[in-house]
């Protein structure tokens, strides 16, 4: 079965090299729809690393993660957590937009990515997690859940408090915080907006006393 590991370059590859690589990747089946790769962006030495879902149309077309309604709501709440959003690295589980066209073909309707294409984009994430080592990693989402926890995560179970790492997860990986939290698109899909979004800065503001707090 293809993956991304086939594409990942040997040795220890700088992020920007690991971006580059990316933009070939043929490990599933989208990117045959999708504009390009929506690589992660953000600094090398970031503490904290944001994970949702996938790019959506927006960020299909502009290269880049959280740049359309859902990235403004995720600017707004880090920003009210105290969370800078400059020294944080933001990127996908999966890094192709998957959608469906709508009747008449003019629009792009997201799609939940399945099991085999958030397991076979799984090594890029892997691979950014290892170059950046961050001391706290937000899952934003249930896919982002799911592509480092396994099939049987949820975030409401799992939301606002410090996970731990399966039994066996390698030493550098099992020292990175570990929070849940839901995807930004929830709240602007939300029939009560104002209590999602206060949840979702409640959750983030866990973000700065994690990353005062010595390490396990």
């Known amino acids: 079965m293809p993956s991304a590991q086939d594409f ?6 700088s992020l920007p090299a690991l971006a580059e690589a990316a933009t070939g990747c043929r490990g599933c089946d989208l990117y ?6 929506v690589f992660g962006r953000g600094p090398i030495d970031a503490s904290v690393m944001l994970v949702g879902e996938q790019p959506g149309d927006q960020e299909d077309l502009a290269g880049a993660p959280f740049v359309g309604p859902a990235g403004k709501i995720l600017d707004d709440a ?5 969370v800078d959003r400059s020294r944080t690295y933001v990127t996908n589980a999966v890094k192709h937009f ?3 066209r709508s009747q008449y073909g003019s629009r792009r309707i997201h799609q939940t990515p399945g099991a085999t294409e958030i397991v076979a984009c799984r090594p890029w994430l892997l691979a950014e997690m290892g170059l950046l080592r961050p001391r706290v990693l937000v899952l934003l989402g249930a896919t982002a859940g799911k592509a480092l926890l396994g099939s049987t995560f949820t975030v409401n179970r799992n939301r606002g408090a410090l996970i731990r790492w399966p039994a066996g997860a ?3 990986v099992s ?3 570990l929070l849940a939290t839901i995807h930004p698109s929830a709240v602007l899909r939300a029939e ?5 979004y206060a949840g979702l800065v409640a959750d983030l503001s866990r973000v700065p006393s994690l990353l005062d707090s010595p390490p396990p």
């Open 175 to 177: 020292a990175i915080r």
């Open 192 to 196: 009560d907006q104002e209590g999602a």
């Open 98 to 100: 998957k959608f469906t």
């Open 8 to 13: 990942i370059p040997d040795g220890q590859p």
């Open 170 to 172: 390698p030493a550098e």
């Open 32 to 37: 045959r729809d999708a504009s390009q790769t």
């Open 78 to 82: 880090l920003r009210a957590a105290g």
